[in-house]
């Protein structure tokens, strides 16, 4: 009888709260459907459960759109390089520079902006900004070929070659500012940034979100054709349309959220006055839109998406960190692989660093100082395995994001740095021994 009474009631053993066998198997069902990816899944609920938990602490303020927009600006440069820092612990190294590596370009760009261009092109000139970044796109990837060359031809461990330049580029920090805070005084640098000046503004924003819907909805037209032309297994029709009314509700929203935060009322009066624009009595009204860091983390991040999934460099990146000695004797130069990945790691770190320096309108000494633990973590907290072979570059920009709304929740709350170190100390831990734990039960 006891043994039969499970299946008397309808119950199953997995299902929660007793809930009934069949309700539970249809649930499951559907997700299995949609072809979602779990992990992610459950971080996007984390997140949602993080922001509505400060949300609820603060009563409400948290969630307000300027809140929510810094929030996104601050988690910018770090998302930035998180989305490279996949692709170098997936082919089993680390990258313990980035921070320092940040700081230096950022102190470059100031000092090419503040110091060189004043007297040899001129200031707030249109192509000023645009060779300072030039310059540290290239310095960039210099330091991520040298570094990436000791690590692949030389033989030195990855984890010494970046904490010895974790050392040494935060030391240049100071001989090249010289011991001081330098500011780019550059209009056209300081929109890299976000902020009211630095966003696309209300009818452009809206154009991009539903630019966004088009290019969705193409695609899972697209990817269905091609199942079922090659006669692969295709989702229910249901699962397609949820998944594409999901990401136009999610873009939509946020394009909404970003639009109901206006300029402030004196920026948005000395506006009018600049550009001969006849203000309504009660003062212009202009939407602040999708801030320019936002996009840019969303190109950095479709664009290391496709060379991970799409391109011969990420599949060989994957297969590498799978089982390198399998990969360089299937013909991959799997240290030609390595160097190019630190290459990449460089380039990103000049594009956090324009950032970084753009969104306070400066380059202090220690900007960049703690990247590194919150790049890995949010690597880590993505999905990526640090016995490598497995990471992924989206999940990477949603661990940025949930480190940094319990970093600027916390902060909301009146927590110092301290605490604020301890939460992201533990959550790295966590994150880290979560992925340990699942790594042992697959086996």
């Known amino acids: 009888?006891?043994?039969?009474?499970?299946?008397?009631?309808?119950?199953?053993?997995g299902s929660p709260l007793g809930m009934p066998a069949r309700a539970w198997t249809k649930i499951t069902d559907g997700i299995r459907a949609t072809e979602v990816d779990v992990r992610l899944f459950g971080m996007v609920l984390a997140l949602a459960a993080i922001l509505l938990g400060f949300g609820v602490a603060t009563g409400g303020k948290f969630l307000e759109p300027v809140n929510l927009l810094t929030?996104?600006?601050?988690?910018?440069?770090?998302?930035?390089?998180?989305?490279?820092?996949?692709?170098?612990i997936v082919s089993r190294n680390i990258d313990l520079s980035v921070g320092s590596v940040v700081g230096l370009i950022a102190m470059v760009y100031a000092v090419l902006m503040h110091e060189v261009y004043p007297g040899t092109i001129g200031v707030d000139t249109a192509y000023g900004w645009i060779l300072a970044l030039a310059a540290g796109l290239t310095l960039g990837a210099i330091i991520g070929a040298l570094q990436g060359f000791i690590i692949a031809y030389i033989g030195v461990p990855s984890f010494i070659v970046t904490l010895g330049g974790l050392l040494a580029f935060r030391g240049l920090v100071w001989v090249v500012s010289g011991g001081s805070t330098q500011a780019p005084d550059d209009k056209q640098f300081v929109v890299l940034g976000g902020g009211p000046q630095g966003s696309l503004g209300g009818p452009l924003s809206w154009a991009f979100g539903i630019a966004i819907c088009v290019v969705v909805v193409g695609l899972l037209v697209y990817a269905r054709r091609q199942r079922h032309r090659f006669g692969f297994p295709v989702r229910p029709l249901w699962a397609e349309g949820l998944i594409g009314a999901v990401i136009i509700f999610v873009t939509l929203g946020g394009v909404a959220i970003a639009n109901s935060y206006k300029w402030p009322k004196g920026l948005a009066n000395r506006y009018a006055i600049e550009h001969g624009i006849n203000a309504p009595p009660g003062g212009l009204v202009i939407d602040s839109g999708i801030p320019i860091p936002v996009v840019i983390v969303m190109g950095v991040t479709i664009v290391l998406t496709f060379l991970a999934t799409r391109r011969r460099?990420?599949?060989?990146?994957?297969?590498?960190?799978?089982?390198?000695?399998?990969?360089e004797l299937g013909g991959i130069n799997t240290r030609w692989i390595i160097m190019k990945t630190y290459i990449l790691m460089g380039v990103l770190c000049?594009?956090?660093?324009?950032?970084?320096?753009?969104?306070?309108?400066?380059?202090?000494?220690?900007?960049?100082?703690?990247?590194?633990?919150?790049?890995?973590?949010?690597?880590v907290i993505g999905g990526t395995s640090f016995a490598g072979g497995i990471g992924s570059v989206s999940g990477a920009v949603l661990g940025a994001l949930v480190m940094y709304s319990l970093k600027y929740g916390l902060s909301f709350l009146g927590l110092n740095s301290p605490i604020q170190n301890i939460v992201a100390g533990i959550v790295l831990v966590v994150a880290v021994g979560f992925d340990t734990y699942n790594r042992r039960r697959a086996r």
């Open 1 to 13: 009888m006891a043994g039969t009474a499970g299946t008397a009631t309808g119950q199953a053993a």
């Open 71 to 88: 929030l996104s600006v601050q988690a910018a440069s770090v998302a930035v390089i998180a989305t490279g820092m996949v692709l170098v």
């Open 313 to 327: 460099f990420g599949r060989y990146v994957f297969a590498i960190g799978g089982n390198p000695e399998a990969a």
């Open 350 to 379: 000049a594009i956090s660093a324009a950032i970084a320096s753009a969104r306070i309108n400066g380059a202090t000494l220690d900007i960049g100082e703690g990247y590194e633990l919150y790049v890995i973590a949010a690597a």
